[in-house]
């Protein structure tokens, strides 16, 4: 996965809206299956609680499956990078005692990976909006920088491939 420029106003003005489209779809589609369930097989008791589920799952398998479908979408673009950034960051997150033990022995892969990591949190931090943290980041990714200078190596995002993490 490459680091890619998003423009954060339309990402920010996607998500939203997607957000929002998916609670009202749930919504509607929740309280319609379940309300027609209630009627057709429902219990005069009140006690139709499995019911109420069964259509929380139905509206959930179709927001589910209409945004699996249209992942490719161009509205869906940036939205999607986002996600996909969040995942790839969350699996280096899982391997990181181990990757940044390997740092400490020189290995250049393993530089290769928390250089893009550290600049993919810096990416998704200025889109989220989440900049609280943003000074100890960016003292992680100096002292990097440091460490891939004293040992004499040149590294870019453009380098990292997900499958380096198979090493760790």
Excluded: C
Aim: charged share 25%; glycine share 4%; hydrophobic share 40%.
């Amino acid at each position: 996965m490459q680091l890619k420029q998003i423009n954060k106003e339309r990402y920010s003005k996607h998500y939203k809206q997607i957000m929002i489209g998916v609670v009202i779809l749930l919504s509607v589609i929740a309280l319609s299956v379940s309300t027609l369930l209630i009627q057709l097989i429902g219990n005069q008791d009140g006690s139709n609680f499995w019911l109420n589920v069964a259509g929380v799952v139905v509206a959930a398998v179709v927001v589910v499956s209409l945004l699996r479908r249209y992942r490719d979408h161009e509205y869906m673009y940036e939205v999607i990078y986002v996600w996909d950034l969040k995942q790839m960051l969350n699996k280096i997150y899982r391997k990181q005692k181990k990757i940044k033990a390997a740092i400490e022995t020189g290995d250049r892969d393993a530089m290769v990976i928390m250089n893009w990591s550290y600049n993919g949190s810096e990416q998704l931090y200025n889109l989220d909006n989440n900049t609280i943290t943003m000074d100890d980041l960016h003292r992680t990714m100096r002292e990097l920088q440091q460490t891939i200078e004293e040992h004499g190596y040149s590294v870019t995002t453009d380098e990292f491939r997900p499958e380096m993490l198979d090493k760790y």
